[in-house]
C-alpha cells in the first residue's frame, strides 16, 4: 500500500512499528547500527543462534567407518528376467568398482574400503580429519555421500540422477575385522538369492542355506557353477592404501572369513 494511501492512524501504526524496529537494532552502548545487514551485526545475531545447529563431532581414538548406500539403485541396474543367461549388470559391477576407487582417493584419511552391489564402506583415519573438519562428522559425511553420487553420475552419464545415503559407524578396534566380515556376509547371500530366484524352481526356491543353495544350483539345468563367477561379483571389493605410492589399490575381495589375516593386513592400524 501507497503511503499517501494509509490512513493516519495506519500511518501512525507503521511509523509505530518501524521505530521499534529501529530501537531493536540499537547496539547495548547505545550507538546504532548504520545499516541492519552489516557483517558484525549478522554475526552477532548468529553467534546467538549456534546453540540450535547439530554438532556431532567424533574422538580422534574412534575408529570410524561411513557407509554409502545407492538410493533405489539395484532395482535400476537389475538385469531383467528375460535375459536369463545374464546373471548380473556387468556394467553396474564396474560403475561401482571405479566410484570406490575414485571416493577413496578422494578423502586422504582413507583407509580401506569395501564395496559389493550398491554399497561402500569406508574406513577412516579419524586422527587426520581433526585437522581437516574439526572432527564433526555430519560435514564430512555429507561431503562424502555427495561427491559418491557426483562420481557415480559422472561416470554413469546417463540422464536420471542416483544418490547415495550415508550414515556412520563407530567401532572399537577389535570389532572392525568383524563389521568386514558381517557385510561381506550380507553380499554374499544376497547375490545367492539372487541366482536362487531367477534359475530354481519349486521347493528349491525356499533353499536359505549358503551350501544348499550352490549345490542346487549345479544341480540345475543348464548347471551354474558358483565359483565360476568373478571374484567381484561374488565377494565384493576391497581399496586400501599402497604405503608406497600412497594410492588406492582395487582388488576382489577373497572370502574374509576363510581368511581371517587379509583384513587385518591391509588395514595397518590393526598392526
Ligand atoms: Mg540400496
Excluded at 134 to 151: F, G, P, Q, T
Excluded at 191 to 198: I, K, T
Excluded at 203 to 232: H, W
Aim: proline share 4%; with cysteine.
Amino acid at each position: 500500500m501507497q503511503e499517501q494511501n494509509k490512513s493516519p492512524s495506519q500511518q501512525r501504526k507503521h511509523k509505530r512499528a518501524e521505530n521499534l524496529l529501529w530501537r531493536k537494532q540499537r547496539r547495548p552502548n547505545g550507538k546504532r547500527h548504520d545499516k541492519p545487514y552489516s557483517y558484525g551485526f549478522a554475526k552477532g545475531q548468529c553467534g546467538k543462534r549456534k546453540q540450535y545447529e547439530i554438532k556431532t563431532t567424533i574422538k580422534a581414538t574412534d575408529y570410524c567407518v561411513l557407509r554409502f548406500d545407492g538410493v533405489e539403485m539395484t532395482k535400476s541396474f537389475k538385469v531383467p528376467r528375460e535375459k536369463r543367461q545374464m546373471h548380473y549388470n556387468k556394467n553396474f559391477v564396474q560403475l561401482m568398482k571405479n566410484t570406490a576407487l575414485e571416493l577413496f582417493e578422494f578423502l586422504p584419511s582413507s583407509v580401506f574400503l569395501y564395496q559389493f552391489s550398491d554399497e561402500i564402506s569406508l574406513l577412516i583415519d579419524t586422527k587426520q580429519i581433526e585437522n581437516n573438519y574439526d572432527n564433526r562428522i555430519e560435514k564430512l559425511l555429507s561431503i562424502l555421500s555427495s561427491k559418491a553420487s557426483v562420481i557415480f553420475n559422472r561416470l554413469h552419464g546417463e540422464q536420471k540422477d542416483f544418490c547415495f545415503d550415508g550414515r556412520v559407524i563407530l567401532l572399537p578396534q577389535d570389532k572392525i575385522a568383524d563389521y568386514f566380515e558381517c557385510r561381506q556376509s550380507f553380499a554374499i547371500i544376497k547375490f545367492l538369492e539372487e541366482l536362487r530366484s531367477r534359475n530354481l524352481v519349486g521347493e528349491q526356491r525356499n533353499l536359505r542355506k549358503y551350501g544348499e543353495i550352490v549345490e542346487a544350483l549345479k544341480n540345475c539345468r543348464p548347471s551354474i557353477d558358483y565359483f565360476a563367477f568373478p571374484e567381484d561379483v561374488r565377494n565384493g571389493v576391497v581399496v586400501y592404501k599402497n604405503p608406497l605410492i600412497q594410492k588406492g589399490m582395487v582388488a576382489n575381495a577373497p572370502e574374509f572369513l576363510a581368511d581371517r589375516q587379509y583384513i587385518k593386513d591391509k588395514i595397518n592400524l590393526l598392526q
